[in-house]
């Protein structure tokens, strides 16, 4: 089974920032879009972000524009999730997930990193 | 973008059916076949169960059916087993690079 392991969450000051990080040795980043996709404790899931596979187009939800940032090293093989101006609203199991296709749905999930925001 | 609309809850006893519905608009679910649907159990990562509508990925078992009509996308679980009891969650590609994920069903096994 695909793995994919997400990292890097951790407990942050309101206004704060943090890095997450998601990395496979089982495919390329580069042949396949990449999304970071969130749940709040308790709640939903909500759709973040999305770098496709050129790495050049990179898409955002309203919620987080101007504050997260998406990008990745080909290199290493390895996704990020650059979140600054944390907000306590942004508490929330991250997950990073591959495309099953452009638009489509999307068929390889992280086991998820929690971001907690808090004073 | 607005959360599609799901039932907060449905259930069935062991061997009955039972279908979730999800609804959102022409801009999304009635204008695009890109619906899935995602089984999340607790403490887990979602899970691909539909794609476009209706297909689904290797290994899904075939009890698990996806339809559509206009701005309402359904799912249905047939023949109810005891580890289909989790939270069933729909998604639309919303156009313009957005994505949409409904407000989440919770199926219970009687």
């Known amino acids: 089974q695909v793995q994919l392991v997400d990292s890097g969450g951790g407990v942050v000051q309101p206004g704060g920032s943090l890095r997450l990080s998601c990395a496979t040795s089982?495919?390329?980043?580069?042949?396949?879009?990449m999304h970071w996709v969130r749940q709040a404790p308790g709640r939903g899931l909500e759709w973040v972000t999305v770098?496709?596979?050129?790495?050049?187009?990179?898409f955002y939800a309203d919620s987080v524009r101007g504050r997260f940032t998406i990008s990745r090293d080909d290199s290493k093989n390895t996704l990020f999730l650059q979140m600054s101006s944390l907000r306590d609203d942004d508490t929330a199991m991250y997950y990073c997930?591959?495309?099953?296709?452009?638009?489509?749905?999307?068929?390889?999930w992280g086991r998820g990193t929690k971001v907690t925001v808090s004073s | 973008q607005s959360a599609l609309t799901q039932p907060p809850s449905a259930s069935g006893s062991p061997g009955q059916s039972v279908t979730i519905s999800c609804t959102g608009t022409?801009?999304?679910?009635?204008?695009?076949?890109?619906v899935s649907w995602y089984q999340q159990h607790p403490g887990k990562a979602p899970k691909l169960m539909i794609y476009?509508?209706?297909k689904r990925p290797s290994g899904v078992p075939d009890r698990f059916s996806g339809s559509k009509s206009d701005n309402t996308a359904s799912l249905t679980v047939s023949g109810l087993q005891a580890e289909d009891e989790a939270d069933y969650y729909c998604s639309s590609y919303a156009g313009n690079n957005n994505w949409v994920f409904g407000t989440g069903t919770t199926v219970t096994i009687l």
């Open positions: 770098i496709w596979a050129d790495g050049r187009h990179k």
């Open positions: 022409s801009s999304d679910v009635g204008g695009y076949n890109y």
């Open positions: 997930v591959k495309e099953r296709a452009p638009f489509d749905g999307f068929n390889i």
């Open positions: 476009q509508v209706n």
């Open positions: 089982e495919f390329s980043f580069t042949t396949c879009g």
